[in-house]
């Protein structure tokens, strides 16, 4: 999920305050996720995925289903069988907007979201610490990990937070097919906030 809004379009979902409260939970954003990373999948499929039992997973769909965020694949499955498949590829949300919302329900769901994203970012990336040996050197060489310290205006932090996202989404039209030899899912994390003095 990305901080600024931009227009929705098939691929892009913007979040508005019930849609919001609607994700707010951590087990449904990891089933959103999962369905964005791996595709089309089943309540059970999912849950031995993520550790959950599937009367869990099959409920949390439903209500991303309500809020429309996943919905029935019809092409797969046989009799009762139901798979479910993301809607959209990514998110997009203003997080100052609903961080000033009056309704304290909305802030409230900010901040499970954001409690939510950081945990799983952490989480990937230990699982990257984890397994970067099991790498080829090329893919070993494109990996990072470095944070900079720098004192910047609130105008000169959103100019590079946005010029950081545009080079970011310029490398969207050069994605490598799935099949393409050699290619694998690559994943970049961006934090970046402003820090007491003390």
Avoid: C
């Amino acid at each position: 999920m990305a901080e600024n809004e931009q227009p929705a379009s098939d691929e892009v979902r913007v979040l508005d305050p019930r849609s919001l409260r609607g994700l707010a939970h951590p087990l449904r954003m990891r089933l959103l996720s999962a369905l964005r990373e791996y595709g089309p999948a089943t309540a059970s499929q999912l849950a031995d995925r993520l550790g959950e039992s599937s009367g869990a997973t099959s409920y949390h769909l439903r209500q991303l289903a309500t809020y429309g965020f996943v919905e029935d694949d019809p092409e797969r499955g046989k009799g009762r069988e139901r798979w479910w498949k993301a809607v959209h590829r990514r998110t997009r949300w203003g997080i100052p907007k609903f961080l000033a919302h009056p309704d304290p329900a909305v802030r409230g769901a900010v901040n499970t979201v954001l409690h939510e994203m950081a945990t799983q970012h952490m989480q990937e990336m230990s699982t990257s610490l984890g397994t970067l040996h099991d790498w080829p050197e090329e893919w070993r060489a494109a990996w990072e990990i470095s944070d900079f310290r720098m004192r910047l205006t609130p105008e000169l932090a959103r100019e590079m937070r946005d010029k950081v996202q545009e080079l970011i989404e310029s490398y969207r039209e050069k994605e490598a097919d799935r099949d393409t030899e050699g290619s694998a899912p690559y994943r970049v994390h961006l934090h970046a906030f402003p820090r007491d003095e003390d």
